[in-house]
T-cell receptor, first 113, second 118 residues
Framework: AQKITQTQPGMFVQEKEAVTLDCTYD???????LFWYKQPSSGEMIFLIY??????QNATEGRYSLNFQKARKSANLVISASQLGDSAMYFC??????????FGAGTTVTVRA | GAVVSQHPSWVICKSGTSVKIECRSL??????MFWYRQFPKQSLMLMAT?????????EQGVEKDKFLINHASLTLSTLTVTSAHPEDSSFYIC??????????????FGNGTRLTVT
């Protein structure tokens, strides 16, 4: 069974600063995908960034970057230059070859002006 | 592209009644759809996986007779909460995959349905 762990229930970050959200995972599948989603208070799930288990380089998408350390089974999300609109719940998720996407507990990020 | 429409976005029903939630893929064929449930401030828990034209596969602990899932076409899946009770109040969200997508494809999510049972 797959397990995704997010140990930070909530975080505060000052506007324009960077924040790192932790995520560790456990799987026996050699092929898997790691994802980060943002869920604002309205509820929709917004895809942010993806990292494949065979990818050699860390993924980046605009202000989002993923610090992938395969040996440590961690996939931390870094949000640079935080904006007030970044305040939301963030979920780390993993999908092995059975296509089922499993989510971590989530981290609530609050950006302060 | 890859838009998933979920309807209704919120619903209030009385205890004992049934509620149907629709999930439609608007611009692609969704061969696989997933239904998740989310309690406030908690994670998304997978309830079931449905493939077009076949019976849904339910996760352990999810009552298949209570949460009826139908995936009759490549663009529509429905979740019916039968004989709803207040403890069924939750946020239900669907997601979809096409046949050509693999484990490295992000799921396309609907906007969710907030169900309140009184």
């Amino acid at each position: 069974a797959q397990k995704i762990t997010q140990t930070q229930p909530g975080m505060f970050v000052q506007e324009k600063e960077a924040v790192t959200l932790d995520c560790t995972y456990d799987t026996s599948d050699p092929s898997y995908g790691l994802f980060w989603y943002k869920q604002p208070s309205s509820g929709e799930m917004i895809f942010l960034i993806y990292q494949g288990s065979y990818d050699q380089q860390n993924a980046t998408e605009g202000r989002y970057s993923l610090n992938f350390q395969k040996a440590r089974k961690s996939a931390n999300l870094v949000i640079s230059a935080s904006q007030l609109g970044d305040s939301a719940m963030y979920f780390c998720a993993m999908r092995p070859n059975d296509y089922k996407l499993s989510f971590g507990a989530g981290t609530t990020v609050t950006v302060r002006a | 592209g890859a838009v998933v429409s979920q309807h209704p976005s919120w619903v209030i029903c009385k205890s004992g009644t049934s509620v149907k939630i629709e999930c439609r893929s608007l611009d692609f064929q969704a061969t696989t759809m997933f239904w998740y449930r989310q309690f406030p401030k908690q994670s998304l828990m997978l309830m079931a996986t449905s493939n077009e034209g076949s019976k849904a596969t339910y996760e352990q602990g999810v009552e298949k007779d209570k949460f009826l899932i139908n995936h009759a076409s490549l663009t529509l899946s429905t979740l019916t909460v039968t004989s709803a009770h207040p403890e069924d109040s939750s946020f239900y969200i669907c997601s979809a995959l096409t046949r050509t997508e693999s484990y490295n494809s992000p799921l396309h999510f609907g906007n969710g349905t907030r169900l309140t049972v009184t």
